[in-house]
């Protein structure tokens, strides 16, 4: 004889743990670690929805359950509007093999009547789900995690060799606005590796070319240009209105300036530097930043590393190196990966960890960075509290 509706949810019922609406929340204020999964259709969703949860709607439950839910031992609780749905999609789940499944009960109408915390969407356009499908299938981005990009803020110090292609790839992954400081022209030996310019932009400013191509690339973002050199006049005035620095700059005066700033504001620096096949990266991670970002422990900064500059008559000679110009490319798209996992606020930076990449030997290394007691600007007891222009390296050499 055929089932009927209410003999399948009786079944379903018996074979699936339910848990009151009060009993969720409370595990969810002390951070209980579960999967909330939320069953309803999109509109629904759009409506509003409780905090942290995954959208999963029941009609593509199967199809997207193992996508989404990687852990199939991970404790998941299913919601939807009035419980139905979502006991009979953790009878589904359970059939796929998800061991720890339990269903909420009733649902999310009587968690808003309760005046439990609700989260609404971001607001994407159609043409921005669109554009960024890529990235809202991740469930570690989703549609919250590219509504912030859309709205995260990065520095660039430079629109050279690593500055363009993470330029380029902050702008395609939607980082709303870039801050590009570089105050040179394009020239046709920048070419070989700067590849946000272009052949027919030779002699415009570094920042004007860059902003040409990005806005072609993507016009969600909004770059703020910055035809300047950085000193300790203008350091703080152009890092206060941004969450990120990508550091693509390559002399001993603004590494110290970048330091200095990044300690004392609590910005975070993803740092990179290049030189003939080699290059590395790592990322400079402030107390007051990680401790904002909640992304775990500090980093040693510039300075535990190398307190002061060296002497200029022993600073590395300023003569232009060669660089295998596709190694930018790779140490570039690096530090655009950990400016984007500090605004998501995902995975494990550099923090304390230098990476070096040889391209001849093709291999990577990791070595460990320290913090030290004695650095004189992050330590216990500070001996630089101001900026310092450090200069004439290069002019003496
Ligand atoms: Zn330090």
Redesign the pocket.
Known sequence: MPTTYPDLMADVRKRTKQVSLEELKRRLDAHEKLTLVDVREKDEWRGGFIPGAIPLPRGFLELQAEQKLLDKNARIVAYCAGGVRSALAAATLQELGYSNVETANPGFVRWKDLGFPIETPPELTDAQRERYSRHILLPEVGEAGQAKLLKSKVLLLGAGGLGSPAAMYLAAAGVGTLGIVDADVVDSSNLQRQIIHATSRIGTPKVESAAKAISELNPDVKVVPYPERMTSANVERLFSDYQVVVDGTDNFPTRYLV?DAS?WLGKPVVHGSIFRFDGQVTTFLPQMAAKRLGLGEPS?????LYPEPPPPHLAPSCQEAGVLGILCGIIGTLQATEAIKILLGRGTTLAGRLLTYDSLKMKFHELRLR??LD?????PKPTITSYIDYEGFCAIG
């Open positions: 330091n300690v040693p900064c510039y300075r535990c913090r030290s650095c004189p600007v992050c330590g």
